[in-house]
T-cell receptor
Framework: KAGVTQTPRYLIKTRGQQVTLSCSPI?????VSWYQQTPGQGLQFLFE???????NKGNFPGRFSGRQFSNSRSEMNVSTLELGDSALYLC??????????FGPGTRLTVL | QKEVEQNSGPLSVPEGAIASLNCTYS??????FFWYRQYSGKSPELIMS????GDKEDGRFTAQLNKASQYVSLLIRDSQPSDSATYLC???????????FGAGTTVTVRA
């Protein structure tokens, strides 16, 4: 069974731009979670989607948004990028008991 | 109090020794607990799930859970240089649809 896939793997943007990241969960998984990981802050929860509904959102500004499609694929968007948004963005999918499986991540660099 | 706390690292052990990692959590009703391994520059990989009090063994890894003490640990027996990584403890928050992660403990196995 294929794992979680994320595209793109690497991204370089400049301040003020916006970015869209994509995540395809493991087949059959309907829950998709997004995390931001930075050296100083560790893994920070962004949001969780299940059946196209956002069930929880972390403590991030409104510039961070996401959505989930009917095929469980998910996207997250960051608008008006800031230098501090440089991070590894991780997507994880889940079937049961919150046992989450992570994708390889998208490394975003904001210049 | 943080939701999930791990013993501070880094932890350095000689090859062949036992590495012991500890984690405490704040929510008494938590029912499932996970250990992830993350190599530098990679995404977290689920290596152990435990749901019941007691020990669970998988190869060289043993997870131990004590719900009364709100404590979960991971033992790595016969440590190998390939075990050098950061280990993350994760606990789902009931009805919150998110995993809460500890800050991680970095393990270095000396050859």
């Amino acid at each position: 069974k294929a794992g979680v896939t994320q595209t793109p793997r690497y991204l370089i943007k400049t301040r003020g731009q916006q970015v869209t990241l994509s995540c395809s969960p493991i087949s059959g998984h309907r829950s998709v979670s997004w995390y931001q990981q930075t050296p100083g802050q560790g893994l920070q929860f962004l949001f969780e989607y299940f059946s196209e509904t956002q069930r929880n959102k972390g403590n991030f500004p409104g510039r961070f948004s996401g959505r989930q499609f009917s095929n469980s694929r998910s996207e997250m968007n960051v608008s008006t990028l800031e230098l501090g948004d440089s991070a590894l963005y991780l997507c994880a999918s889940s079937l049961l008991h919150n046992e989450q499986f992570f994708g390889p991540g998208t490394r975003l660099t904001v210049l | 109090q943080k939701e999930v706390e791990q013993n501070s690292g880094p932890l350095s052990v000689p090859e062949g020794a036992i590495a012991s990692l500890n984690c405490t959590y704040s929510d008494r009703v938590s029912q499932s607990f996970f250990w992830y391994r993350q190599y530098s520059g990679k995404s977290p990989e689920l290596i152990m799930s435990i749901y019941s009090n007691g020990d669970k063994e998988d190869g060289r890894f043993t997870a131990q859970l004590n719900k009364a003490s709100q404590y979960v640990s991971l033992l790595i027996r016969d440590s190998q240089p390939s075990d050098s990584a950061t280990y993350l403890c994760a606990v789902p928050l009931p009805n919150d649809y998110k995993l809460s992660f500890g800050a991680g403990t970095t393990v270095t196995v000396r050859a």
